[in-house]
């Protein structure tokens, strides 16, 4: 049974920091590509950062010099380090595991990030 299991969201201060990690189960880690994507209220998921199976990172605009996305294969985690957060980084935060070569993956439940004074 695959599992994608976030955790590491809070509320925090606008200029706070958080990390987030995903812990996945039950895949060949090595061979996905890990995302994390984030939904706010009455908005579309969006893409935040990717880390390709190869480690080739990929950001949004919006949080490229403040995100840094990084995977530990032996363990299995993917984590994204959010530095000077803003309130418009609010939204539940989600991890998806993608194999590129059968063009599916997997999502985590979601972790929420609240950045408010």
């Known amino acids: 049974q695959v599992q994608l299991v976030e955790s590491g969201g809070d509320l925090v201060q606008p200029g706070g920091s958080l990390r987030l990690s995903c812990a996945a189960s039950?895949?060949?880690?090595?061979?996905?590509?890990m995302r994390w994507y984030r939904q706010a209220p009455g908005k579309q998921r969006g893409l935040v950062a990717a880390i390709t199976s190869g480690g080739i990172r990929n950001y949004a605009d919006s949080v490229k010099g403040r995100f840094t996305l990084s995977r530990d294969n032996v363990k299995k985690t993917v984590y994204l380090q959010m530095n000077s957060l803003k309130p418009e980084d609010t939204a539940v935060y989600y991890c998806?595991?993608?194999?590129?070569?059968?063009?599916?993956?997997?999502w985590g439940q979601g972790t929420q990030v609240t950045v408010s004074s």
């Open positions: 998806n595991a993608y194999y590129s070569l059968v063009g599916s993956g997997y």
């Open positions: 039950g895949i060949i880690f090595s061979n996905y590509d």
